[in-house]
């Protein structure tokens, strides 16, 4: 039976809207494909780990080796949250990527902080005119900044957790490996005579790395108990053989008594947690 014009006309129209769906269906894959492509980095050393979690310090695994291709689901600190191909995923560090992830961080939360608290273990440090020694203290002041700094969402690592020996050279290499986005070493100075010096000094080495670091943390102690004597050049090897920004705080005279008196308040410590963290959050939303 021969079909009427309508129905011949009805058919093609039909046919068309099939065919139109059937195009836009494999656009959207195309499409859909080439997001997918485009987010994706390839890695840029000849292997590279996935860990567990957003840091070095996670369960690695898988290798992957130059060239693997993997997807970007989602980033945390300097870090992404990936898939490969076949479908395993986990964290790899953004700078073993191509192309590398932003290398600005402008909230703290999403900061990775190397503390690091002077002398430990053989090394005491300085000694108050009572015989308390430096690596006590700096090792209490670090690990308040730490709990600080936590509660607000950024990594920290610190050199030292405990009571033992950290080498000069340790304390760099870890702000080096972690990619730090600022490193404070904390120290308390030390003058030759008692009681002859007083007041808080801040120290960078390199001044176009670390110089607007230093700025930032130590506008916020013009308020605290000692006086402030300002930022300084310091020749010291843990800010020196540092690769990222870094700065080294001498909060303090410990044989001088009026300053050691505030060294040992908690009151103290807690003043300076609160103005470094301060001093963070503004060196970084200023980036």
């Known amino acids: 039976m021969r079909r009427s014009r309508k129905q011949h006309n ?37 292997q590279v780990e996935l860990r567990k979690g957003p840091g070095v310090e996670y369960q690695k695994t898988k290798s992957l080796s130059r060239g693997t291709r993997l997807t970007v689901l989602r980033s945390k600190y300097h870090w992404y949250y990936v898939r490969t191909s076949q479908n395993n995923f986990g964290w790899v560090a953004n700078w073993n990527l191509n192309p590398q992830g932003p290398k600005k961080i402008h909230h703290l ?45 950024a ?57 607007r670091l230093a700025s930032s943390i130590n506008q916020k102690f013009n308020n605290i108990s000692l006086e402030n004597r300002g930022i300084e050049f310091g020749n010291f090897e843990v800010i020196r053989d540092n690769d990222f920004p870094a700065i080294l705080l001498e909060m303090g005279y410990i044989n001088t008594d009026r300053d050691f008196q505030q060294i040992r308040s908690s009151h103290y410590r807690t003043t300076v947690a609160n103005d470094v963290v301060a001093g963070l959050n503004k060196y970084f939303e200023s980036n």
């Open 10 to 46: 009805s058919f093609k129209i039909s046919n068309l809207a099939v065919l139109s769906l059937i195009i836009a269906a494999l656009i959207g894959i195309i499409a859909s494909r080439t997001f997918a492509y485009f987010k994706q980095v390839e890695v840029n050393v000849s």
């Open 109 to 153: 939360n999403n900061a990775t902080i190397v503390l690091d608290p002077g002398h430990g273990g053989s090394d005491s440090g300085a000694l108050s005119s009572s015989g308390k020694m430096e690596k006590t203290y700096t090792l209490k002041l670090a690990i308040e900044v730490a709990q600080e700094l936590r509660a607000r969402g």
């Open 155 to 211: 990594k920290v690592y610190l050199t030292r957790t405990s009571d033992r020996f950290v080498s000069l050279a340790a304390r760099p290499n870890l702000s080096n490996e972690v990619h730090a986005d600022a490193f404070i070493s904390f120290h308390f100075d030390s003058s030759p005579t008692e009681n002859s010096a007083s007041g808080v000094t801040t120290y960078y080495y390199h001044r176009q790395l670390s110089y």
